[in-house]
Each structure stands twice: as C-alpha cells, then as structure tokens.
C-alpha cells in the first residue's frame, strides 16, 4: 500500500544512454513533482505537474523530459545521460487542491551514470 | 524568488543532548513551512509542518518547531535526542498560492548522535 512508488531503485548506466524512471502515487493527488538530490545532498524541484499539464519546468537540460500518461502517473525520461546526472531522482505528489498542503515523497532513484 | 538557509550543516550530538537546529528563509507573503527528515538510504519523510496558527508547532518522534515570523525562522528543536535520530534534516518553504506550489528545500543538516 505504498503510496508514492518509484522504479527503479537503483539504475546504473553508461554515458549517452536513454533512461526512465518511473513514478506511481495512490494517494488520489492531483500534481506531482520531480527532484533531483545531487551528491551533496542539495534537494532542487525539477518539475511539476498537474493533471496531466506541466506547471512548473525549472531550468533543466531537455534531455530531460517527464511524462505523464495520467494524474497518477510521472515518468522522468532522460535522453544522452551524462556524468552530472547522476544524482538521486524523488518523485512527490501533493493534492493540488489549492491552499497549503503536504507533499508526499517516493523513496528514490539512485541514477550513476559511468 | 524564495531561499531556505540551514546553517548548520553537520552537528554531532551525544545521546540525550539536547537538539536546535536553525533555518531561515526569504520571501515576503505567506508561507507554509516544513521540516522533513531523511534517514540513511531512505526517503523523505515529513516531521512537522506550519500553515498557520499557533507557531509552535509539535510533530512526530518528540520534534518540535517554532516559527517565528519577525525573524523569518522555522527553527527545529528536540529536547533530548537519540542515536536513532541520526539523519539528514531538511528545511522546506512553499510560497503560498504559487504556481505550482513547489517546496524549496535548504541545503540540509546531517546530525549524528553518538551512543
């Protein structure tokens, strides 16, 4: 009953590959979040979106591209993967309702791109 | 466009010391604030949040923040802590109502207790 689910855990990879990731929430939430944890620890948002639609597009490479068959879906696509992506990838899903709310985090994709 | 500062950035305690961690932020309008907490090899997990009344606020495992608007805090506080509260913390501010109501974190604080 987990209620934001990534997959995988861990992807190890070569330069210059395509890679996803995915990201599934059974919360009911109505917007979902991309963020990438660098080897510091850094937390930054990436993106945003909500039903579907693309709220917020921080300044990412765009290789980078999410994906979101349905509300309950958003999948990180990352083309050409380069040393620097490696990082950890959280999805969130938050309500989307309007007004203050708390977002919810999956546990994580460890990316290492050699 | 708003910042999250958390000043400490590694704190080494004993067990049963007790625990202030500091976190300022800079926006001007309405906030909701955040302390996660992440514990090795594992995700994000809320500890407390602030919306709006009483400013101090209490959350899970005995933390406790206190928001204090004048200075721009959110400082976290736990009494006595315990080797099992060894983790990363994160500070987090929403700008209330902005567009995409995306949390901006801080850079984190790692805490180790020793047994």
């Known amino acids: 009953d987990t209620a934001v689910s990534q997959t995988p855990k861990y992807l190890v990879t070569q330069m210059g590959n395509d890679k996803s990731i995915k990201c599934e929430q059974n919360?009911?939430?109505?917007?979902m979040y991309w963020y990438k944890q660098d080897s510091k620890k850094f937390l930054k948002i990436m993106f945003s979106?909500?039903?579907?639609?693309?709220?917020i597009n921080e300044t990412v490479p765009n290789r980078f591209s999410p994906k979101s068959p349905d509300k309950a879906h958003l999948n990180l696509h990352i083309n050409s993967l380069e040393l620097g992506d490696s990082a950890v990838y959280f999805c969130?899903?938050?309500?989307?309702?309007?007004?203050?709310?708390?977002?919810?985090f999956g546990p994580g994709t460890r990316l290492t791109v050699l | 466009a708003q910042s999250v500062s958390q000043h400490n950035h590694h704190v080494i305690l004993s067990e049963a010391a007790s625990l202030e961690l500091g976190c300022n932020y800079s926006?001007?309008?309405?906030?909701?604030l955040f302390w996660y907490v992440q514990y090795p090899g594992q995700h994000l997990q809320l500890l407390l949040k602030?919306?709006?009344?009483?400013?101090l606020v209490k959350g899970i495992k005995g933390f406790e923040a206190e928001f204090i608007k004048s200075k721009f805090s959110f400082n976290l506080r736990k009494p006595s802590v315990q080797w099992s509260d060894t983790a990363e913390y994160f500070c987090?501010?929403?700008?209330?109502?902005?567009?995409?109501?995306?949390?901006?974190f801080g850079g984190g604080t790692r805490l180790m207790v020793k047994p």
């Open positions: 969130a899903s938050r309500s989307g309702t309007g007004g203050p709310d708390t977002q919810y």
């Open positions: 919360l009911g939430h109505d917007t």
């Open positions: 979106y909500n039903n579907k639609e693309l709220i």
């Open positions: 926006y001007g309008g309405t906030v909701n």
């Open positions: 602030y919306f709006s009344g009483d400013p």
């Open positions: 987090a501010v929403n700008a209330y109502n902005n567009a995409g109501n995306m949390l901006t």
